[in-house]
T-cell receptor
Framework: SAVISQKPSRDICQRGTSLTIQCQVDSQVTMMFWYRQQPGQSLTLIATANQGSEATYESGFVIDKFPISRPNLTFSTLTVSNMSPEDSSIYLC??????????FGSGTRLTVV | GENVEQHPSTLSVQEGDSAVIKCTYSDSASNYFPWYKQELGKGPQLIIDIRSNVGEKKDQRIAVTLNKTAKHFSLHITETQPEDSAVYFCAAIHLKAAGNKLTFGGGTRVLVKP
């Protein structure tokens, strides 16, 4: 299965600022997924990122708030823009690799103050 | 779209006892059902999965069963140990479908008491 490195692991940010989260995979993958996990809740898909095309966003998530880059087949970034305390969550990237199931990174724990 | 319900939301068991978590799904086309374990401060880890052409799968102390007719699947943990304490999530997806995505249940917080 794929190994995912996600950075930063945690951050505390001021409201109104932006944070970019990086996701690096140890092998090439077609699709990468970004999830949000609010405190004590399940995982909610934000968007699917394909290399060379615009990310596909789920209902309730927009590109202006969560811009995503996917410059190659092993890397993606998610930016949380103009943050408010409601954005305090764990953000996770995930990939599906060749029948080994969906693998998740260790997550970025974001606190907005 | 797919909807996955998971029960119970919390489960407390004595060490050595069994734990069972149940999930139901709505989309009969779903054909892949993974289970994840999430420990505090970590990302979800895949612990076992089952595909729709199989009714049961075991891996040491954990097993998953699938009833396609009733559209439900369950996780069974036997001989529970304190390190089994975590949040467990079930999920469902129709692999190969255009725009496929994992849909998660609400999670079960399992506490194994020594």
């Amino acid at each position: 299965s794929a190994v995912i490195s996600q950075k930063p692991s945690r951050d505390i940010c001021q409201r109104g600022t932006s944070l970019t989260i990086q996701c690096q995979v140890d092998s090439q993958v077609t699709m990468m997924f970004w999830y949000r996990q609010q405190p004590g809740q399940s995982l909610t898909l934000i968007a699917t990122a394909n290399q060379g095309s615009e990310a596909t966003y789920e209902s309730g998530f927009v590109i202006d708030k969560f811009p995503i880059s996917r410059p190659n087949l092993t890397f993606s970034t998610l930016t949380v823009s103009n943050m408010s305390p409601e954005d305090s969550s764990i953000y996770l990237c995930s990939v599906e690799k060749g029948g080994y199931g969906y693998t998740f990174g260790s997550g970025t724990r974001l606190t907005v103050v | 779209g797919e909807n996955v319900e998971q029960h119970p939301s919390t489960l407390s068991v004595q060490e050595g006892d069994s734990a069972v978590i149940k999930c139901t799904y709505s989309d009969s086309a779903s054909n892949y059902f993974p289970w994840y374990k999430q420990e505090l401060g970590k990302g979800p880890q895949l612990i076992i999965d089952i595909r729709s052409n199989v009714g049961e799968k075991k891996d040491q102390r954990i097993a998953v069963t699938l009833n396609k007719t009733a559209k439900h699947f369950s996780l069974h943990i036997t001989e529970t140990q304190p390190e089994d304490s975590a949040v467990y999530f079930c999920a469902a997806i129709h692999l190969k479908a255009a725009g496929n995505k994992l849909t998660f249940g609400g999670g079960t917080r399992v506490l194994v008491k020594p």
